[in-house]
T-cell receptor, first 116, second 115 residues
Framework: SAVISQKPSRDICQRGTSLTIQCQVDSQVTMMFWYRQQPGQSLTLIATANQGSEATYESGFVIDKFPISRPNLTFSTLTVSNLSPEDSSIYLC?????????????FGPGTRLTVT | GQQLNQSPQSMFIQEGEDVSMNCTSS?????WLWYKQDPGEGPVLLIALYKAGELTSNGRLTAQFGITRKDSFLNISASIPSDVGIYFCAGRLGAGGTSYGKLTFGQGTILTVHP
């Protein structure tokens, strides 16, 4: 399984500012995703980070609010822009590993964001 | 969008007891994954299932891929205090279409184990 690290592990930000979260994987991966987990809730997919092209966003998530970069196969960033208290969540980076017979998906430790 | 119904929402059990939880869907999945999340951590993959009827074990954990491909079950035998956490099921749709490769998560089952 891939080893995934995220920075920062947590942050407290003021309303109206932005936070950029970094995700580093210890091996090259094709499939990389960003999820949001609101307090006490399940995981919701924000977008698929595509290397060399624009991210693919899920319904309800837009590029202006959640810009994503994927400069290579081991690294991605998620920015949460124009923060409001409703953005307080855990943001998780995830990578998928696929073969003709299997699929597994692994998660980083998450970034806990609190917006004041 | 796709929805998974996971039950129960929470369980309070005594150490040594067995635990069962399940997920059902209105859609057919070709992969079921089960995760455990500890407080302050990301979800950790426990078991992956790929075929209808498949039964797979990982230590004291056993999971099954339902025959209809619309459900999955996770059993934990002889629970211990470190089993405490939130367990999530996740389903992945079949090939083709815009949903290929994406996971849909259940709401989670909060497990509490009393010593």
């Amino acid at each position: 399984s891939a080893v995934i690290s995220q920075k920062p592990s947590r942050d407290i930000c003021q309303r109206g500012t932005s936070l950029t979260i970094q995700c580093q994987v210890d091996s090259q991966v094709t499939m990389m995703f960003w999820y949001r987990q609101q307090p006490g809730q399940s995981l919701t997919l924000i977008a698929t980070a595509n290397q060399g092209s624009e991210a693919t966003y899920e319904s309800g998530f837009v590029i202006d609010k959640f810009p994503i970069s994927r400069p290579n196969l081991t690294f991605s960033t998620l920015t949460v822009s124009n923060l409001s208290p409703e953005d307080s969540s855990i943001y998780l980076c995830s990578v998928g590993s696929r073969s003709p017979w299997s699929y597994e998906q692994y998660f980083g430790p998450g970034t806990r964001l609190t917006v004041t | 969008g796709q929805q998974l119904n996971q039950s129960p929402q929470s369980m309070f059990i005594q150490e040594g007891e067995d635990v069962s939880m399940n997920c059902t869907s209105s859609s057919i999945f070709n992969t079921w994954l089960w995760y455990k999340q500890d407080p302050g951590e990301g979800p950790v993959l426990l078991i992956a299932l790929y075929k209808a009827g498949e039964l797979t074990s990982n230590g004291r954990l056993t999971a099954q891929f339902g025959i209809t491909r619309k459900d999955s079950f996770l059993n934990i035998s002889a629970s211990i205090p470190s089993d405490v956490g939130i367990y999530f099921c996740a389903g992945r749709l079949g090939a083709g279409g815009t949903s290929y490769g994406k996971l849909t998560f259940g709401q989670g089952t909060i497990l509490t184990v009393h010593p």
